[in-house]
């Protein structure tokens, strides 16, 4: 009785000012109530759900007792038995639950939609219910990254010059989010998060990239082709080595662009916050999954005790171009031009070499249609089959094992001209090996398991014999590379990868990560777009906001305003709606909120009245 009616009574007598015309006695451990019947039996049920909370194991408090009694004068069809014992997470001791009934109303949409625009007054617990949301997600595997941000706008003053780095200048601006992150977790498993990347909290500009400048080039299935000329609709290559489609085409406009390189002397360009999914060694020994980082986040942390730190992924399956009709059996071509010599005459011929028997031959062809050395275009995209046969020939022709125990399983080519190396880098990389650079026209290459790099059966019996050893490619240089008009694409992937320039596979999209933006009346509708269009497979998105708060510069809209009028139609999206009923601060942050409340609709009714007043005049005039 103590617990439920309070220290000296205090529970009791909130219950008795908020239901003035019911008498409450109590003896004992009785309670007896008398008065109008329709307010007894809310109090009743009052204290029938004051004793299941207790029952829960919850201690009541003033906050609490007065929640209960406003979900009961409301009539609501929720027990506040069941909305005010719900756990969101606990830590050292504390537990994060929903205080109100529109908080639990908000919790339920923000699990059972992709968008939730939380929206309400300060202190009713948008953003704090959304990073525990977000922690408990993280916790449970049904994600594997968290992403907080907020708009950098200054509260209505001009702040002028800030000193420091640029994260000193922006993380006074994100110090809300860090302290609710420090509310919810220890210190060494933030710091731990925060340094694998699986939780980032950053100002919204630094989400605006994740693109690549538009002159970038992308593989699709016929070839490369410039990012920036991309529409909805066409394909691009996966990681799987399969056309993907590209289902949407975002212009980022510009930015400052960085080149990352690769130890085997790939390079692409890219924006700093350009996403990449990358493993560590100790990601590959505890079999962890790949873990997705900006570029920026990477600079300066490339290598590890003397090692490669970042190792990128490699196509899954050999590129599947669509088979084409071509005038000379492939790994023909691939002899000629790994060992041949083209003349001006009706037949070209090359050198004698081994065949699978032992034996040798001297082979004469019909000139190809080029004069350089090239492979021929209708050779390199083709089929996987054709591609193969190809570089067989080249290395049958010119291509060796390369001896030592330090290059187990690597083939070394030397190629006749640079055209000739590109084409052959290009080949093994599109059959999901690496081709290194090790001097201009000399080449170390490695091949997948199950890829064979010969048909002459001395070559292959010494690959075999030596193994072919493990392709990978890690992440050697991340460099400053001018401004450039960018553009973010989306593809239909299940991983959000596609494949850019030197066959590197790379992504822009967020998913398995659930995204909080916190304070969106401070963004305009495009930024508002903008964030929206990131949010990727199997994520989710929570924005927060106050539209009575708003410090955007004159003249520009909020983003949070103009998003329900497009989105409020839209499946999988809601709008969940806080007041100062949820106010769960200081009790005199509820009235405050209350106050202001009234003002402001008395102000709208007094802005209609003149605005009638107004139209009445115009009709007397007429």
Same mark, same amino acid.
């Given at each position: ?15 008795? #000012? ?31 759900? =004051? ?74 617990? #948008? ?41 000193? #200048? ?23 998060? !925060? ?8 100002? =919204? ?13 992308? &593989? ?6 410039? /990012? ?73 942390? +490339? ?31 691939g002899l000629l031009l790994g060992d041949g010599c083209l003349t001006g005459s009706t037949t070209s011929s090359f050198a004698t070499t081994t065949t699978s028997l032992g034996g040798t031959a001297s082979v004469a062809l019909a000139p190809t249609l080029r004069d350089d050395r090239g492979v021929p275009g209708d050779y390199l995209l083709n089929a996987p089959d054709v591609r193969l046969a190809v570089l067989q020939g080249i290395l049958d022709g010119g291509g060796e094992v390369a001896p030592g125990r330090r290059q ?38 490695? &091949?997948?398991?199950? !890829? ?25 240089? /991340? ?11 989306? !593809? ?59 410090? +955007?510069?004159?003249? #520009? ?34 009235? /405050? ?30």
């Amino acid at each position: 009785m103590v617990s439920l009616l309070g220290t000296q009574d205090e529970f009791l007598r909130l219950v008795e #000012k908020a239901f003035p015309a019911t008498t409450i006695h109590v003896r004992g451990n009785e309670i007896a109530l008398a008065g109008d019947p329709t307010e007894t039996a809310r109090v009743s049920r009052l204290f029938e759900e =004051l004793v299941l909370l207790l029952g829960r194991g919850q201690l009541l408090d003033r906050g609490m007792v007065k929640q209960t009694i406003r979900m009961i004068r409301a009539d609501e069809a929720e027990r506040p038995s069941e909305i005010l014992s719900e756990a969101l997470i606990t830590h050292r001791g504390r537990t994060i639950r929903p205080k109100t009934l529109g908080q639990k109303r908000y919790l339920d949409a923000l699990r059972e939609n992709t968008v939730t625009f939380g929206i309400g007054p300060a202190g009713t617990g #948008k953003t704090y219910l959304a990073m525990g949301a977000a922690v408990q997600a993280l916790r449970a595997k049904q994600v594997n990254r968290l992403i907080l941000t907020r708009p950098a706008v200054e509260a209505g003053e001009r702040l002028g010059f800030l000193p420091g780095t640029l994260h000193e #200048k922006i993380d006074p601006y994100l110090k809300p989010l860090w302290d609710a992150l420090m509310d919810m977790m220890e210190a060494e498993e933030l710091a731990a998060h !925060v340094e694998r990347g699986t939780i980032e909290v950053a100002p =919204l500009a630094y989400m605006r990239g994740r693109a690549q400048p538009v002159s970038a080039q992308v &593989l699709t299935p016929s070839g490369f082709r410039a /990012i920036g000329d991309l529409v909805p609709g066409d394909h691009v290559i996966g990681s799987d080595g399969r056309p993907t489609e590209v289902l949407g085409t975002f212009p980022q406009g510009e930015n400052d662009i960085y080149r990352l390189s690769s130890q085997d002397g790939a390079s692409t360009r890219c924006t700093a916050d350009h996403l990449w999914s990358v493993t560590t060694a100790s990601d590959r020994r505890r079999g962890r999954p790949a873990r997705v980082l900006e570029s920026r986040e990477m600079i300066g942390k +490339l290598r590890a005790a003397h090692a490669h730190r970042y190792e990128l992924p490699l196509l899954s399956r050999p590129v599947e171009f669509e088979p084409r009709e071509v005038p000379m059996d492939p790994y023909a071509l691939g002899l000629l031009l790994g060992d041949g010599c083209l003349t001006g005459s009706t037949t070209s011929s090359f050198a004698t070499t081994t065949t699978s028997l032992g034996g040798t031959a001297s082979v004469a062809l019909a000139p190809t249609l080029r004069d350089d050395r090239g492979v021929p275009g209708d050779y390199l995209l083709n089929a996987p089959d054709v591609r193969l046969a190809v570089l067989q020939g080249i290395l049958d022709g010119g291509g060796e094992v390369a001896p030592g125990r330090r290059q187990r399983g690597r083939i070394r080519y030397v190629a006749s001209d640079a055209q000739l190396g590109d084409d052959v880098r290009f080949l093994v990389a599109s059959l999901g090996g690496t081709a290194t650079v090790r001097d201009a026209l000399v080449l170390d290459l490695r &091949l997948p398991a199950g !890829v064979e790099p010969f048909r002459l059966g001395r070559k292959l019996r010494t690959y075999q014999q030596h193994g072919g050893g493990r392709p990978a490619r890690f992440i050697t240089s /991340i460099e400053p590379d001018g401004r450039e008009e960018a553009v973010c694409i989306r !593809v239909a992937a299940a991983d959000s990868l596609y494949v850019t320039e030197d066959l590197l596979v790379t992504h822009n999209t967020l998913n398995d990560a659930f995204i909080v933006l916190d304070e969106a009346q401070n963004t305009t509708a495009e930024q508002m777009k903008m964030f929206l269009t990131r949010i990727g497979f199997n994520s989710k998105a929570v924005v927060t906001g106050d539209v009575s708060q708003v410090d +955007l510069p004159s003249g #520009k809209r909020s983003g949070l305003k103009v998003v329900r009028e497009i989105l409020g139609d839209i499946e999988g999206v809601a709008f969940a709606e806080l007041t100062s009923g949820d106010v769960v601060r200081h009790h005199i942050v509820q009235r /405050i909120v209350e106050a202001y409340e009234l003002h402001q609709a008395a102000e709208d009714e007094a802005e209609a009245a003149r605005a009638a007043a107004r139209d009445a005049a115009r009709d007397g005039d007429r």
